[in-house]
């Protein structure tokens, strides 16, 4: 019997036993995605738990590129230099390759620099950032426990829940002792991964593909991947044979430490039986010296819950959308998540978000989810399809055309998204929303590659330097910030008072007219969570219904179209 059905039989009604703890908000998986929540909760004030079934320890690492958007978040935690200085190699090349294998065939490559010269973007002052989760984990973890309001509890896990109304209560089973307890909170969040028991409990469907391809993750050790022939070394290498492309070599450390992957395994691949060192060696094109570290099976897939909460229990991360990594945007969205959610339960433990607060974490989370599922889809789909050409190894003139070929079909700007996606990462927007106000102007298209800063509402407020090393972004955070273009010209007094009355947390900034033109109105209101909830160049006449709008205590029924999940057929890449 499955952990899920498990978890499902045993959520029967039934006094909850043993001991009895008590905190805010009760966090259901350790991963990322529950380490970032319980560090935004904790960051907020918030007293929370995490639990956690397994160690803490990350043996096989799956993800390794934390976004600018991500890195924005961990600047505001004060961990973004302690991410940059984990360990990744500032002078390793970041190269994208595609060969027959990592010394065989080369027909394109990409060549952005390195971490220390590549082209810096105008939109943020951070910048993507390779961290593998060996070390990224970690890192949230030490900051998350330095917190007095953070307790983490690892070995532990959540066996069943009951929500109560006016709380849930959450029975845990420390899992080294063999004891229960109960956890009593006033709201329980499930960043539970993938195959979330929560989800399943709270009976909530997903809509898309469950499995698009059996994939298989191979970790090794090997100091001389590029030994003499360093002017190859990539970040990632495709591997393309006469079948399409059939995996990836990437490095996870920059050193020494290694991960392929390969794709479309057959149904009844057996992660016992398979012979990795054999895949290793056809991979890398040479025959040096490598070890085998791990083996991990898993599954491709494009899905998004239809429901992102359900009374006190929200879902966060990997149990509500699971994506396939090619973009890297799975972590990353889940941590927006978790932004997006830390506020307004904040907000709403503190006594000053309003009644629909709460909802609008799905109505604004989901349509994210979709578009950026669907484009990692998208992209994939793109590498899968480059044609197989029979002779793409061979050593004559055949050979040769079919890999010059291969190399102009690489060309395509198209093939880029894969790593350039400024678009997906920072452009994704709260429109509409039933806390921001919205506006007649026209919306800048929602380009995947290119992003366009913008303060319209539901936007990411833009990133401006103020002075050095010090951003407009870092202004948001805490509460509501007003920055006020004018300077005294226009009174905000009406805004300020409103918000003293119903105890929201606001600050004006008297900013000046530096950087209106990326603002364009001479007021802009911004969200904790950096987003724009409402601009104008005045106040408008009733100031307590915009801080009643923005703190979610008025019920807007807006309809929210969202997109259907692309349910995209099975990917057919045939293996070598
Ligand atoms: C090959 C690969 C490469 C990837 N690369 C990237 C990348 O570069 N960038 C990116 O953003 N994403 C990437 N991803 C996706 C990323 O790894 C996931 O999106 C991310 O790990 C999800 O985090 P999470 O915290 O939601 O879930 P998880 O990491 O799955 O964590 C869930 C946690 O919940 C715990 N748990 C489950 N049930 C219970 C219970 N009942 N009680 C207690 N604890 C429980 C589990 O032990 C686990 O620790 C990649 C994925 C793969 C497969």
Redesign the pocket.
Known sequence: MS?IDQ?ALTSCEGELRGQRHRTQVLI????????ALSIELGWRGIHSIL????DGLIPLP??????AR?MEFCRRWGISDAVRDAGWPQDYPVRMVYATSVRGHEFFRYDRGTATNRQQSNNTPEHFQRCP?TWFDPLLREHSKRMSTNTLRYH????RFKDLGAQVEGE?IDLLSGTYQTIEADFMVA????????RSQLGIATDGNALLSR?V?VYFECSDVYAGCEERRAVMTWLVGRSGVWGAVSSIDGRALW?L?LTNMPEDFDAEDFDARRAVRDALGADVEFKVTGVLA?DRQQLVARKFSKGRVFL????VH??T?TG???????IQDAVDLGWKLAASLNGWGGAYLLESYEQERRPVAVRNVDEATHTFSLISSLPAFECLSDEDQQGLDARRKMGEILRNEQFKREFQNEGIVLGYRYDPSPICIPESSVPAPDFVMSYHQTARPGSRAPHAWLSEGRSIIDLFGRGFVLLDFAQSKTTVDALVSAAKTRKVPLEVVHIGPSHQDLYETRLVLVRPDGHVAWRGESLPGDAMKLIDQVRGAIDQQIAISVPEVYNAPPLKVSIR
């Open positions: 952990e978890l259901v998986g350790g991963g990322p995605v529950g380490l639990v956690d079934r397994r799956k993800m390794n590129g934390v976004s991500t989760q532990t896990k959540l066996e845990v960043c539970d991964g993938g195959k979330s028991g929560v994939e993750n991960r992957w898993w966060c991360g990997d149990a699971s994506l990594p890297g945007f799975g972590m990353n969205t889940g």
